[in-house]
C-alpha cells in the first residue's frame, strides 16, 4: 500500500447524500485509476486519469464523479445517483506510459450506505 | 475483449504442501499479465507479472507464475504453503490501450486461498 493513501478507512452514507472519497499519491505517478470492488466480482473500472485535468469514464461511471486538479489526488464522489453505492473503493495509479506499467494500490475504503 | 477466468473461488491446501491458482485469459494480441493478493480489508498487494520472455515468472513472498500460450494461461504456484498466505488472490490482463496509450487492466472475480496447519 505504500505511496498511495485513501480516506477515510470506513464511510458511511445515508440516502440521497453525496460523498467524497480521498486519493492522494507521492509516486509522482502520471496516472490514476479508480476501482470498485463487489464480493465475487474483482474490481471494476469507475474512472481514470491519464494527466492533471483530464480523465475518462471506465465500465462502470454512473453515478460517480472525479476531478484531476493536482497530480497527486485523484478524489471521486459517489453521488444520490448511484443506485448501489454500499461497496469497497480502490485507487490505484502508475505511470501509465505502458500497458506494461504494474498498477499500485492504496488500503481501499468501505462505503456503507444506512 | 480482453477477459480473464478464475476457475475456482476457492482453493485449500494443507501448509508445506504446493499450492496453485489458476487463471485463464483472452486477449488480442500480446497479453501482460499480474497477479495481486489482498488481504481482508487491504488493497491489492502486487505479486508478479509476466511481459515476455522467461515462461516462469519468480515473484514476491516464494511465489511464482508459467505463462503458457497454447493454453493461454497464467496459473500462481508456490512450492510450499504457509498459512499467511492465506488470502485473496487476483489475475489481472493487460492488452488493450485507451485511447493515448494507457494500459486497462483486466481483474478475473478472485480466488480464496485457505491454507490450513
Known amino acids: 500500500d505504500g505511496g498511495i493513501t485513501q480516506s477515510p478507512k470506513y464511510l458511511f452514507r445515508k440516502e440521497g447524500q453525496n460523498v467524497t472519497l480521498s486519493c492522494e499519491q507521492n509516486l509522482n505517478h502520471d496516472a490514476m485509476y479508480w476501482y470498485r470492488q463487489d464480493p465475487g466480482q474483482g474490481l471494476r473500472l469507475i474512472y481514470y486519469?491519464?494527466?492533471?485535468?483530464?480523465?475518462q469514464k471506465g465500465d462502470i461511471a454512473e453515478g460517480y464523479s472525479v476531478s484531476r486538479e493536482k497530480k497527486e489526488s485523484f478524489p471521486l464522489t459517489v453521488t444520490s445517483a448511484q443506485k448501489n453505492p454500499t461497496a469497497f473503493y480502490l485507487c490505484?495509479?502508475?505511470?501509465?506510459?505502458?500497458?506494461?506499467?504494474?498498477?499500485?494500490f492504496g488500503p481501499g475504503t468501505r462505503l456503507t450506505v444506512l | 475483449a480482453q477477459s480473464v477466468a478464475q476457475p475456482e473461488d476457492q482453493v485449500n491446501v494443507a501448509e508445506g504442501n504446493p499450492l496453485t491458482v489458476k487463471c485463464t485469459y483472452s486477449v488480442s494480441g500480446n497479453p501482460y499479465l499480474f497477479w495481486y493478493v489482498q488481504y481482508p480489508n487491504r488493497g491489492l498487494q502486487f505479486l508478479l507479472k509476466y511481459i515476455t520472455g522467461d515462461n516462469l515468472v519468480k515473484g514476491s513472498y516464494g511465489f511464482e507464475a508459467e505463462f503458457n500460450k497454447s493454453q493461454t494461461s497464467f496459473h500462481l504456484k508456490k512450492p510450499s504453503a504457509l498459512v499467511s498466505d492465506s488470502a485473496l488472490y487476483f489475475c489481472?490482463?493487460?492488452?488493450?490501450?485507451?485511447?493515448?496509450?494507457?494500459?486497462?487492466?483486466?481483474f478475473g472475480a478472485g480466488t480464496r486461498l485457505a491454507v490450513h496447519p
Open positions: 490505484a495509479s502508475n505511470t501509465g506510459q505502458f500497458s506494461t506499467d504494474t498498477q499500485y
Open positions: 486519469s491519464q494527466i492533471v485535468n483530464d480523465f
Open positions: 489481472a490482463v493487460s492488452g488493450e490501450t485507451f485511447s493515448g496509450g494507457y494500459n486497462k487492466l483486466i
